[in-house]
């Protein structure tokens, strides 16, 4: 029971760290500066359903991606691993990294799709993220991940409705701390995956 409980908590620390609502809150208002509030929740909605569906799709095919591309579990923990911490790294530089967002964008409710969808929300950075959780994992694992990314879409859905009271009351100083928390956390998630897929690949024991 206690291995469960933390490998929750694992997840959803790491899901928030890698989507990161609160960063993402100038991001989306950015995005949706032009749009009335009625729009700016169907973008919001749109963008995280699509987001979980994207994720759902490689957490569920993710045995069979792996097996059509002879990937192997130590070495996609250890390149997610590596892509996981650099995108906690130019976190921690106060960088929007590369791997999960776009400069530009056109505002207009496609952007729900892109680029809020993917990749800022369901980016490389998170599918790696879910599909490690899930590698070498049985069923009851893989749901967890499945409702904890559920879970964590809705909570992006409830930040992105509040974004402009969220920016008032938090302000820019708070959210880029946070966004630099969020960053540590994902470089020692990125760590632990390669340390990870070193003991699988050598077959060393704890």
Do not use: W
């Not at 590369?98 to 998170?126: C, F, M, Q, R």
Request: with cysteine.
């Amino acid at each position: 029971m206690n291995d469960i409980l933390t490998f929750i908590i694992t997840v959803f620390t790491g899901f928030f760290a890698i989507m990161n609502p609160i960063a993402n809150i100038p991001i989306f208002l950015s995005l949706v500066q032009n749009a009335d509030n009625e729009t700016q929740k169907r973008i919001s909605k749109k963008a995280t359903v699509t987001a979980f569906f994207i994720v759902f799709s490689f957490v569920v095919l993710g045995k069979f991606i792996f097996e059509l591309f002879g990937i192997t579990i130590p070495a996609f923990k250890i390149t997610g691993g590596i892509l996981v911490f650099y995108v906690g790294f130019e976190m921690l530089q106060s960088k929007k990294s590369s791997v999960t967002h776009l400069k530009n964008a056109k505002i207009d409710e496609n952007i729900a799709v892109s680029p809020l969808a993917i990749p800022i929300l369901a980016g490389p950075g998170t599918i790696v993220t879910a599909m490690n959780f899930v590698a070498n994992s049985g069923y009851l694992k893989i749901g967890i991940v499945i409702l904890v990314f559920a879970v964590m879409c809705y909570i992006t859905y409830v930040f992105f409705n509040m974004s402009e009271f969220l920016l008032e009351e938090i302000g820019t100083n708070v959210i880029a701390v946070v966004g630099k928390i969020m960053g540590l956390i994902l470089a020692i998630i990125g760590t632990n995956m390669v340390i990870e897929g070193i003991k699988l690949a050598f077959e060393l024991t704890n």
